[in-house]
Structure formats: structure tokens, C-alpha cells
């Protein structure tokens, strides 16, 4: 058998360039074979399957659903439009995630330690570069909290049926927050290998790669149809199953988080090699290795071969 230098087996997805690669036949036996080792990125460890930093980030998304939802909800306000309870929606939505995007970017591209971390392109984005991330991430968070403010709005009429309280059916609203992980995966997915295919790339998809050397601000820069197709992963679920809002919120609040650490660039604090080749290569990794579709799809690439 082959080996790299490193004394590791060849990775299963090796691209030299950019280009779209092609499939192999070897997946079948690479799932079910024994060396999954095969498939750890070449840089910060990711592998096959859910990591600490994935359980980590779902609880702290899964705490913060809960402190919004205890804090008042209106649910009840929303059975009328008005500028006061859609207000709050959008502040809390925009100062969470302002918050988060800001604090990655200042610690690792900003702060006097951020050589402390290991980034995994060593250039910086351009300064207009961070500006235009910023500004289509503020309004994608902008696009959310309308499609939030519509989910409140359905509730509240009726339009969507719910469940009011959590004990009224604990077992169903459990399992749905177990799986909502999975389901948005299996959504973004979905959605995100449609939009490579052309014209919808360069229609819709093609903004969100101008970031190909992507940073805490890139996570959410997207054209508006995308961002509003992003969004409805939490919500979808939430249409078939009649379950508790603390599933959508969630959901949500991770749709949201997730793209902060997915983006940022760097080894430390959840950061995703796995997802910054798909933006420096393209046609690759379209989903992550939380649930490794892509290595079903042909398309799993490691980094050991640049």
C-alpha cells in the first residue's frame, strides 16, 4: 500500500487543485473497512464523527435557547405584527451574534495574542474583505430574525400547531432536540450540494466563496436567497412534527453559532480545517464531519495533499 511520507495511508479525497473531483468506488469499503483514520484532516483533528467541540457547542446552543425562552417568549404578543415584540426579536438576535462574531475577530485577528493561535492560512483577509462579510452576516442575522418573527406569528394564530408546554409531551420534544442536530446537517446538505450546481452557484453561492480564505465574519456572508434557505433548517422540523418552540430555538440559535467557529480560520475553539478547504478548494467537504455525508458523496477531502 501507499503511504505518505508522514508514514500515513493516502487520505481518501486528495485534490492537487481546485478543480471538481472525481468519484472513486472505494467508499462502500472505506465506511464499513476498519481505518477510519484515514479520513482525519491533515490539520486540527477533525475526524469522523461528532467531537467534544461539536457536544460543547450544541449544549451552549441548547443553554442559550433555554435562557431565551424563560426570559419571555412572545409567542402570546405575536398574534399581531407590531414594531415593539419584532424589535426585541431582531436586538437579541443581532447583539448575541454581533457579540460572538466580534469576539472571535478581535481575539484572533485583532488582539495582541492572536499569534497565539494557529491559523490555518497564515494571510490575513483584506480589510475590505471583512467589511463586506460584515456587513451580508448582519443581514442574513436580519433575514433570521424576520423568519423568526413569521414563526412566532404562525404560532401564535394558530397556523402552526404547538406544543405549549414541555411536560405536556417530554419524550417527543427530547427526541426532536436530539435530532436536530442531525436533521439540519442532512438539510444544509442537501441545499448547500444544490447550490454548487451551476447557474445556481454562480447566481446564489458564488458570494459566500469570495471568503475562500474565510474568518468570523465570512460564516454567515451570503446572498439573501441562501441565508433565507440556510434558515429554514430549523424550521422545517418544526412543520412535520408538532413540538415545542425549544426545538426551533435551538436549532436556530446553533444555525447561528455554528457559522461563527465553522469560519473562523483557525485549530483552536471548534475551528473547522474540514469546511476552510471547502472554501479554498471548492468542490469538496460540503458538509461536516459531525455526520460525514461526504465521504457517502465521494467528495471527503483531508488537506494532506495542497
Known sequence: ALALPSGRPPPARMTATG???APTGRLSSSWLGVDLGKFRMAKG??????TVDDIFWNLLS????????????PIEEAKVFR????????????????????????AMYESSFRKSFSKFNPRMPKDEEIRRDRSYTILSLIINSVMECMMLHCWATGAIPYQERFLDAPGIVILMLCL?????????????????IQPLFKWFHAHHHLSYNPSPWSGLSMHPVES?????????PCLVVRTHPLVYLFANVHAQIASVYGHHGHEEYGGSYFHYLHHSKVWCNYGTPFLPLDILMGTWETGHVE
Not at 83 to 106: D, E, K, S
Request: a positive charge; hydrophobic letters at 50%.
Open 180 to 196: 436536530s442536530p442531525f436533521l439540519r446537517e442532512i438539510h444544509f446538505v442537501i441545499y448547500h450540494r444544490i447550490l454548487h
Open 83 to 106: 414594531i415593539g415584540w419584532m424589535a426585541r426579536v431582531i436586538f437579541r438576535n443581532l447583539l448575541l451574534m454581533t457579540a460572538a462574531f466580534q469576539g472571535f475577530h478581535y
Open 228 to 236: 433565507s434557505t440556510y434558515f429554514t433548517g430549523p424550521i422545517i
Open 62 to 73: 441548547l443553554g442559550t435557547a433555554v435562557v431565551i425562552w424563560n426570559f419571555g417568549y
Open 19 to 21: 478543480s471538481k473531483p
Open 45 to 50: 483533528g477533525e475526524a469522523v464523527g461528532p
